[in-house]
T-cell receptor
């Protein structure tokens, strides 16, 4: 059973701080990693993808991947109240029968307070 | 721009009714997925399709069926709706592994 674990939170940070969201996964064969943002009552929105060890930056967002530790994280710099949402970690697998399936974590609720 | 649409945002049905949820994508993606999302249970995969007329069961297929007659359209069917199928239903599509979601259908079964 492939598992993706996230701390459900809520994680509360002040405006302007760095928010750090963490995710661990169980399958060492995992090859692709995604972060989705989901506002209350809305559908998930893809914000970051990462495939190789190390950091990937996109604006205020940085995804970090460590395959040896089976750990992926998302850093949000200069957090804004509009970043308040649930963040879902998702993991994909190699192989011809994977068909792009992802395993999702339960999500971490982030609250950015002014 | 990526576009996945779902036929209804909100739907109210009676127990025992047959319910059709439609999903359309305009990105020429091979793979399409149906999830349901419930508080405390996260996203759960119901069915997915990797080609026209090809489908596979996900983690919770019981009580559901699907149809994919055209590449861009993937339908979820509740054969006989029950109250425990009240949920948010999300459709997604992908060509590789980045999945893009539709806006969701919130279904209430009375």
């Amino acid at each position: 059973q492939k598992e993706v674990e996230q701390n459900s939170g809520p994680l509360s940070v002040p405006e302007g701080a760095i928010a750090s969201l963490n995710c661990t996964y169980s399958d060492r064969g995992s090859q692709s990693f995604f972060w989705y943002r989901q506002y209350s009552g809305k559908s998930p929105e893809l914000i970051m993808s990462i495939y190789s060890n190390g950091d990937k930056e996109d604006g205020r967002f940085t995804a970090q991947l460590n395959k040896a530790s089976q750990y992926v994280s998302l850093l949000i710099r200069d957090s804004q109240p509009s970043d308040s949402a649930t963040y879902l970690c998702a993991v994909g697998y190699a192989g011809g029968t994977s068909y792009g399936k992802l395993t999702f974590g339960q999500g971490t609720i982030l609250t950015v307070h002014p | 721009d990526v576009k996945v649409t779902q036929s209804s945002r909100y739907l109210v049905k009676r127990t025992g009714e047959k319910v059709f949820l439609e999903c359309v994508q305009d990105m020429d993606h091979e793979n399409m997925f149906w999830y349901r999302q419930d508080p405390g249970l996260g996203l759960r995969l119901i069915y997915f399709s990797y080609d026209v007329k090809m489908k596979e069961k996900g983690d919770i297929p019981e009580g559901y069926s699907v149809s994919r007659e055209k590449k861009e359209r993937f339908s979820l069917i509740l054969e006989s709706a029950s109250t425990n199928q009240t949920s948010m239903y999300l459709c997604a599509s992908s060509s590789s592994q980045s999945q893009y979601f539709g806006p969701g259908t919130r279904l209430l079964v009375l």
